[in-house]
């Protein structure tokens, strides 16, 4: 594929449909539907052609596109991508077009316009893990802003607003910080190499490129805020619930399988390489943090009445892994971390899938008046079990490994972190089965009772939506290899810049 | 070889794939698919069983060395891998034989147990993914591979307790299951990682060389070795439903009956035993665990056997009995009886499974009644079921030549020669007092009047061949079993397959083989006398004449009666209370742990949110007090700009800029 | 060339001064912009009188007063259109009636 600007096609072609559709009178309805799937389905296609053609064994980047952009400042267009942008992307555009799919049916007003918002995300998404950068990035980083909050204030829940803005001006408030890091990185840069801009904004130039200790803590600060805002991370995290119970299911899914993932991805491609000494310097605390979280989450998640705001606060906790498995700087837990990114987004992003299957029919997530579906829609509660014992990371699929792996890291580095970390399996048991029998065992309840003939199994549409998440968790937990395989080389690069052997309170072998 | 031993992993799973798929449209015939997969899946355990246990090619290695191969490579990510590996040898064709005969005659049975359950086929599905699991989890030749199917039976175990999901109780029941043995996981995962930064890698045979070397070496502190073997160890807890995470078991007991006997009676709860018996290298290196696994064994066996007294379900006396056979394992396993430990769990598969499919067939008599107060006099009506369950209580109660007999005094036996002075004696009075409760069970069921419901009374009857024949079946293998592997008392056969696996363990531990002598026949003569003792105080309060001996012939009375004796009124309370261990955690983990859940839930919503929504309102207020300037007029804003204007010319006047 | 410069600014700035009264003191939207037109106007009227008496700026000075008499002509049309626009919604001239940029 010589030649061809594949991470270009990938980025733009959900752009060109949002276009196209734009031009698609709006009584259309299905045609935009369609328009939109089509669209992101070619994205999804050609982001499979890119994994078809990577090389998992070459080093570096790959399918690098560049030209000058803003050459003043050496801000270029460079588009590149290594095993971890190529997991995320592909993750993001699967799930881009299964939410457009699952969006068929639940959303009925203004679809043009949602649709558009839809693609226009998706192009900020791929946009954030394939830029090279700095400059780009950031512009990726808030082109995603946009779409979200039009999705959670026009088409949200009762409380939509507040959700939305509060959404907006958390993130805002990280990022912000972030573009004056970026650009103090650039200027240190340009007065390093006296007074030369040229690659003051090239991602791999300035990662070989050792910053100043008060400039690597100040940026480092800056960053993490734009990340652990974005993960998120206690305590930066209560935007997340709001946003999650406001926003339509399709909303929901990407903002939990893929929106999260932004953070993670940022702490690993950015922070780690960019600024080593400083996150030796903060790994402590942000293991503390992340150890707050996983605790944390999982015990508010206990005891959520709200279906989706128990899986909201299950993220939390998940993404604690996350954050955890990448501040150990230790192989298999940055592995597992990114694992673990992969297998959330399907498993966290399948389980907001169910929720909206059961909304569409109740229009109530409250858990209490659940109860004794598995008898009249037995395959939907048996596709909520399964996800829910894939949430709880029962071995054999895509949630295990990652948070596995983890734990298996961080006990190499310090077993007391590790063991806090792994009780939390117990606690995640505990939330989700007790969820799960709320909503599956027992007799029927008198609300789902009084829904009648309402009460359906799931339509072909919707389980077009799940059955892929289903495969490919069971496949992803069967087949890890598949993702680490593309790992290995990414991280041992970023792990040989930010040097590994994390010395927590002395208890290292 | 690797063939065979795939195809066995390979007939349940696809037994479960397809009846999954069709299942629900096969009706009243979903059972062909799943028991035609089992009952080959049968043949070709015992195919590589016996190959294993009788060394044919592949199976030559010394010492019991066995047979393994990698499937694929599982996990790779960096200096860690593991594989989809398996392994075969004699301790692992001790657990098939057991697992794969039982498992069968359950499948058997079911097909007329279930007959009349609208899940039918979803039971058969079920029950193949536990096979499968449990054969996964007897093959797996790495920890991780093992964790896998101890997650994975685990779950089936969960859905096949909350099988009647309707069942409150059953749902209830099914997830303290997973969630009591996820604290057991939680260990053991722990150990896990423990092995893994120890030695560099999780293959159990390249582990213990691994850690054995390093031990040599001096590179490795005991106490490290001790919290191995201990993380490991909760594992064991967790599963085989050791104390204090027993509390599963006898809730477990709401799932269908024949998954009582092969899950938890025959099979998944022996994993732990498995576990620790496969681990023996480690265990052996840590005699300070052993001295802790002895301890909690036998205090788990006289814990559960003091419950079992005063249960009035059938079903939960025959868990009880579990909870304290298992502990009997266990402590053999603690006091370095490997083989004998390993006996035990292979008779004790058998006539477990025999007691818990003929309590299945009591309670199909009855009609689903399990209360045993509303039993009794069934012997004259279900006479198959009546002698079969006699024949495997007796056994149970250790009365020769049946297999309980065999491996429960090998046990005892070699924690007295051990000296697990202790151990032997608590459970040479466990032993009396099994035998006494197994006996109250079959006088409360079968014997004396009958006190079954009128309307009930005239339709028992006899259950259908396709569960008689099980039950005949794992009968005489309990019968014959015992004295087939344990016979001659100085070594049995079971010696001959077992002991080259655990002689360096025994080596280790300095144990010495002692000649089998008159101390071990006092031994033997005193059990033996010990549950004659128990039976025989059972038959005559519980037996058909238990009128004549001034005992209450109502059972109500009967309690009232050990009430009113002051010592006894304690531990009447204590047993029928379970010792409060439920309610103790359901204090701990639902009221306090529900507690502090919703004082977070009240700290994130106003403590955390609170302060981001504070920042919000300040801006707000901010916003609102400066908005009284903004009048919107064009006029008041040219107004300031003049203002401002003429203020920076007089300034400039002023000189303020020069 | 008769009179003197300061004669001709004062000119203007006595303009610019009537055109910033009537500006905020008028309540009509059209005597607003014609202060605005008077405004612009005395501006001029200074840059021309700068053209005359600085010989440098001669040519500059005429383009620039080219300049904002096409920027007045302009600024006159579109306003006009906007107040035409907003009489038409609140059916009166008088702008301390338009507060609609408060909310």
Request: proline share 4%; with cysteine; hydrophobic share 55%.
């Amino acid at each position: 594929m010589n030649g061809v600007p594949i991470l270009s096609l990938v980025t733009f072609v959900p752009l060109l449909g949002a276009v196209l559709i734009a031009f698609i009178p709006r009584g259309h309805v299905r045609l935009i539907r369609y328009g939109a799937l089509a669209a992101s389905l070619a994205a999804f296609a050609l982001s499979l052609a890119a994994l078809a053609d990577f090389d998992p064994g070459a080093s570096g980047f790959q399918f690098v596109e560049q030209w000058d952009w803003i050459p003043a400042f050496g801000i270029r267009y460079k588009l590149g991508i290594d095993g971890i942008s190529l997991a995320l992307v592909v993750l993001t555009t699967l799930l881009t077009w299964i939410s457009i799919l699952a969006s068929f049916g639940p959303i009925r007003e203004r679809v043009k316009e949602y649709m558009i918002s839809f693609l226009v995300l998706e192009v900020g998404m791929i946009g954030v893990f394939v830029a090279l950068d700095l400059f780009l990035f950031y512009v990726f980083w808030e082109i995603v802003l946009v779409p979200m909050y039009l999705i959670i204030g026009i088409w949200g829940g009762a409380n939509r607003i507040y959700a939305t803005i509060k959404f907006v001006l958390y993130t805002l408030v990280g990022s912000l910080l972030m573009l004056v890091a970026i650009l103090a990185t650039a200027f240190a840069w340009q007065a390093g190499h006296g007074g030369d801009w040229t690659g003051a904004f090239d991602y791999e130039q300035l990662r070989g490129y050792a910053f100043d200790g008060t400039l690597q803590t100040l940026a480092f600060g800056a960053f993490f805020l734009a990340f652990a805002i974005k993960v998120p991370m206690f305590p930066f995290h209560t935007w997340l619930p709001d946003a999650h119970v406001e926003a339509p299911t399709a909303g929901s899914v990407i903002l939990a399988g893929v929106l999260l993932k932004l953070g993670g991805y940022g702490f690993i491609r950015y922070s780690l390489p960019l600024f080593p000494d400083a996150a030796h310097a903060w790994a402590p605390a942000i293991i503390v943090l992340s150890v707050i979280a996983i605790v944390y989450g999982a015990i508010v998640a206990l005891v959520q009445p709200d279906f989706k705001k128990l899986v909201a606060y299950s993220s939390v906790s998940h993404m604690g892994f996350v954050t955890l498995g990448i501040f150990v700087f230790q192989p298999q837990a940055l592995e597992g971390a990114i694992v673990q990114m992969v297998g959330h987004g399907l498993i966290t992003g399948a389980l907001f899938l169910c929720v909206g299957v059961l909304y569409e029919r109740t229009h109530d997530r409250e858990l209490a008046k659940m109860g004794g579906l598995a008898e009249p829609v037995p395959l939907y509660a048996a596709t909520l079990g399964f996800f829910a014992l894939a949430s709880l990371g029962l071995p054999g699929l895509a949630g295990f490994v990652g948070e596995f792996l983890v734990l298996l890291g961080t006990w190499a580095v310090n077993p007391p972190v590790a063991a806090i970390s792994a009780g939390v399996v117990i606690l995640s048991a505990t939330y989700l089965l007790w969820m799960f029998q709320r909503v599956a065992f027992g007799e029927l309840s008198d609300f789902l009772r009084g829904l009648g003939q309402h009460l359906t199994d799931m339509s072909p549409v919707e389980l077009l939506t799940l059955s892929p998440l289903v495969a490919l968790t069971v496949v992803f937990g069967l087949f890890p290899a598949l993702i680490l395989e593309l790992l290995h080389g990414p991280v041992a690069t970023i792990l040989a810049r930010t040097g590994g052997g994390l010395d927590l309170l002395g208890l290292v072998r | 070889m690797e063939t065979l031993v795939t195809l066995l992993l390979a007939l349940p799973i696809a037994g479960f794939g397809a009846t999954a798929l069709v299942g629900r449209r096969l009706g009243r015939q979903a059972f062909w698919l799943p028991v035609g997969a089992i009952v080959t899946a049968w043949a070709v355990g015992m195919v590589v069983a016996f190959s294993a246990l009788t060394g044919q090619p592949p199976f030559t290695g010394e010492h019991g060395q066995g047979f393994g191969f990698s499937l694929y490579r599982w996990i790779p990510a960096g200096d860690f891998t593991v594989d989809l590996g398996l392994y075969v040898d004699n301790l692992t064709a001790a657990l098939l034989i057991v697992v794969c005969t039982v498992g069968m005659l359950v499948h058997v049975y079911s097909i007329g147990y279930m007959e009349h359950d609208p899940g039918y086929w979803r039971f058969f599905a079920y029950l193949n993914l536990f096979m499968f699991s449990m054969l996964l989890l007897v093959l797996a030749d790495n920890f991780l591979v093992l964790f896998v199917a101890w997650e994975l039976v685990g779950l089936c175990s969960y859905l096949l307790i909350g099988f009647w999901y309707k069942r409150r109780s059953a749902a209830l029941a099914a997830k303290k299951a997973f969630i009591v043995n996820r604290v057991g996981d939680l260990g053991f995962s722990l150990g896990i990682f423990a092995v893994w930064t120890t030695v560099g890698t999780l293959n159990f045979q390249d582990a213990f060389r691994g850690l054995d070397q390093k031990i040599a070496a001096g590179a490795l502190e005991p106490w490290m070795v001790t919290g191995i073997a201990l993380l490991i160890f909760t594992g064991a807890v967790g599963k085989s439903a050791q104390f204090p995470l027993h509390v599963w078991l006898p809730d477990a007991m709401e799932g269908p009956t024949p998954v009582s006997a092969l899950i938890h009676a025959a099979t998944m709860v022996n994993a732990g035993v498995y576990m620790v018996a496969r681990a023996n290298p480690i265990f052996a290196q840590a005699p300070e665990a052993m001295v802790v696994v002895a301890g909690v064994g036998i205090f788990t066996a006289i814990l559960a056997a003091s419950i079992a007294f005063t249960q009035n379900d059938i079903k939960r006396v025959l868990a009880y009995s579990t909870l304290s056979q298992l502990g009997y394992m266990f402590a053999g396993l603690g006091v370095g009886a490997f083989t004998a430990a390993i006996f035990h769990l292979v008779t004790h598969g058998f006539f477990k499974g025999l007691l818990f499919l003929g309590s299945g067939s009591v309670i199909h008599a009855v009609h689903e009644e399990q209360d045993m107060r509303k039993m009794g006099g069934l012997a004259r009506r279900i006479p198959w079921t009546y002698a079969t369950m006699l024949v495997g209580s007796l056994a149970m109660a250790g009365i020769p030549p049946l297999a309980g007999f065999f491996s429960k005094d090998e046990i005892l036996g070699s924690a007295f020669r051990n000296g697990f002075l202790v151990v032997w004696a608590v459970g040479f009075v466990v032993a009396g007092m099994s035998a006494f409760y197994m006996f109250r069970m079959m006088g409360l069921t079968f014997w004396g009047e009958s006190r079954v419901d009128p309307h009930v009374a005239a339709k028992i009857h006899e259950s259908p061949w396709s569960m008689r024949v099980p039950l005949v079946l794992l009968a005489a293998a309990t019968v014959v079993i015992g004295a087939l592997l344990g016979w001659p008392l100085e070594g049995g056969t079971i010696h001959a397959w077992l002991d080259p696996l655990f002689e360096p363990a025994r080596e280790l531990l300095g144990l010495e083989h002692e000649a089998f002598g008159g101390l071990d026949v006092a031994l033997v003569l005193a059990s033996v006398a010990m549950a004659t003792l128990g039976l025989a105080g059972a038959v005559r309060l519980f037996g058909a004449g238990a009128g004549r001996f001034r005992w209450p012939a109502r059972l109500a009375d009967r309690d009232a009666l050990v009430a009113s004796v002051p010592g006894a009124r304690f531990l009447y309370r204590a047993s029928v209370n379970k010792w409060w261990f439920d309610d103790l955690y359901h204090l701990l983990f639902v009221v306090i742990g529900g507690r502090a859940g919703a004082a977070l839930r009240w700290f994130d919503e106003r403590i955390v949110d609170g302060s981001v929504n504070g920042i919000a309102t300040v801006t707000v207020a901010a916003g609102r007090g400066l908005r009284v300037i903004q009048t919107g007029r064009v006029q008041n804003y040219a107004m300031g700009i003049a203002l401002g204007l003429v203020a920076l010319t007089l300034a400039y006047l002023a000189g303020l800029f020069r | 060339m008769s009179g003197s410069l300061d004669a001709y600014l004062l000119l203007a700035g006595a303009l610019f001064s009537i055109g910033v009264f009537g500006f905020l003191a008028r309540r009509n939207a059209i005597a607003m912009l014609m202060s605005i037109e008077l405004m612009l106007n005395a501006v001029n009227l200074a840059i021309v009188t700068f053209g005359a008496f600085v010989p440098a700026l001669t040519t500059h000075a005429s383009v620039i007063a080219l300049m904002v008499m096409a920027v007045a002509a302009g600024e006159a049309t579109v306003g006009l259109a906007i107040v035409i626009a907003i009489f038409r919604n609140r059916r009166t001239p008088l702008v301390d009636e338009y507060d609609a940029m408060r909310e």
